[in-house]
């Protein structure tokens, strides 16, 4: 089984419920959704042409760029059953005919170079398994001037021995990785990027939710054990970094913009 057979399988489990968590995350009293979409939507209209979303999911950010900017979107995901719930959402909100939906991987997109005025992968890099081949394609579909965007959890700078992607790795075995800001650059301008700019919004999120959300797709009770035991176990340093406490921790979602 690859690792993408495994995301698929987790998928299949958490599509009906996936709307209902991100909401309860980003649009909580602590959440960012509007100005994460906001944020999305201003570079967006900053381009022309289409868009494409990688690892479009149920189409929640899809849905929002055809609202505000009028555009095609070109969604790609893994998971069949998150865009199957991506096209009944369009076809309930008036909008099948501005989203095109496939199922695909990032790292190789059946794409001529250079047709996508716009580009954007949110909360699913973490996924991809070779990330430098992902980017370069990310690079290659989009027309000169193009931006990309990419929103997903961070590691902490300050973060030296990667504790947070261990904690994500230990509530979801499908995870791959999280990079910190830095290691993100790197990616993108070794793919031949510009780099833009870039915004952070830190959430506290609960133990709880965090188990829900992840760990209780997964068969094996380890998953939810040792995240607990990590977080209880956690150095110091750590503990402030993630301002972790007795029943939640701060996360932070990063989003970069780059330009091809």
């Known amino acids: 089984m690859s690792e993408y057979d495994k ?3 987790y998928y299949a489990k958490r599509a ?3 709307d209902k968590q991100k909401s309860r995350t980003w649009q909580s009293a602590t959440g960012f959704q509007k100005d994460l979409l906001d944020e999305i939507v201003k570079h967006c209209s900053q381009t022309t042409g289409n868009v494409i979303e990688l690892g479009v999911g149920t189409g929640r950010v899809a849905s929002v760029i055809i609202q505000k900017l009028g555009r095609v979107v070109v969604g790609v995901d893994v998971s069949p059953d998150m865009l199957r719930l991506a096209k009944v959402k369009a076809e309930e909100g008036g909008y099948a005919d501005r989203i095109i939906l496939m199922q695909g991987n990032m790292e190789n997109l059946p794409f001529v170079d250079g047709v996508f005025g716009c580009g954007l992968v949110i909360s699913a890099y973490h996924y991809i398994v070779k990330d430098k081949e992902a980017t370069l394609e990310f ?5 000169v001037g193009g931006k990309f965007i990419i929103g997903d959890l961070i590691v902490d700078d300050r973060d030296s021995q990667g504790f947070f992607d261990a904690l994500e790795k230990a509530a ?3 995870h791959h990785r999280y990079h910190k800001f830095k290691e993100r650059r790197e990616l993108f301008e070794g793919a031949g990027f510009k780099h833009i700019s870039e915004v ?5 999120k609960k133990f709880e939710d965090i188990v829900q959300d992840k760990a209780a797709y997964f068969s094996e009770r ?3 054990v040792k995240f607990k035991e990590m977080l209880k176990n956690a150095p110091t340093e750590i503990k402030e970094i993630y301002q972790i406490g007795h029943d939640d921790m701060m996360l932070y979602y990063g989003v970069s913009v780059f330009e091809a």
């Open 222 to 224: 380890n998953a939810t």
């Open 7 to 9: 995301v698929v399988g």
């Open 200 to 204: 952070v919004f830190s959430y506290k």
């Open 139 to 143: 690079h290659r579909i989009l027309g």
């Open 16 to 18: 009906k419920s996936y």
């Open 172 to 174: 979801s075995p499908v």
